[in-house]
């Protein structure tokens, strides 16, 4: 099975950065969809931003234009860049990947807090 771990998370004021990290424990070349989600206490968990494999980008309403999602096939990685954060982009940020055959795999989340 695939393993994904994330990294990067921590204490932030709001307007800083951060980098989210995702490593994988397999080849992240073929995909059907990868992407990251988050989940605030109380919440529902909420995609942030997901790739297709064709190449498609998609961001929801209120990260556009502050957050920006990469790859590395070589490094079989996947990163988040933050910026502009605020108080209510605070929760627990999770990388997700489908496979083509439908498989689905979640890594274990790492903590991001914006406060002063």
């Known amino acids: 099975q695939v393993q994904l771990v994330e990294s990067g998370g921590g204490l932030v004021q709001p307007g800083g950065s951060l980098r989210l990290s995702c490593a994988a424990s397999?080849?992240?070349?073929?995909?059907?969809?990868m992407g990251w989600y988050r989940q605030a206490p109380g919440k529902q968990r909420e995609p942030v931003a997901i790739?297709?494999?064709?190449?498609?980008?998609n961001y929801a309403d209120s990260m556009k234009g502050r957050f920006t999602i990469s790859r590395d096939n070589a490094k079989n990685t996947v990163y988040l860049q933050m910026n502009s954060l605020k108080p209510e982009d605070t929760a627990v940020y999770y990388c997700?990947?489908?496979?083509?055959?439908?498989?689905?795999?979640w890594g274990q989340g790492t903590q991001v807090t914006v406060s002063s």
């Open positions: 397999e080849s992240i070349a073929s995909f059907y969809a």
């Open positions: 997700h990947l489908l496979t083509m055959a439908f498989q689905t795999y």
């Open positions: 790739f297709t494999n064709g190449g498609s980008t």
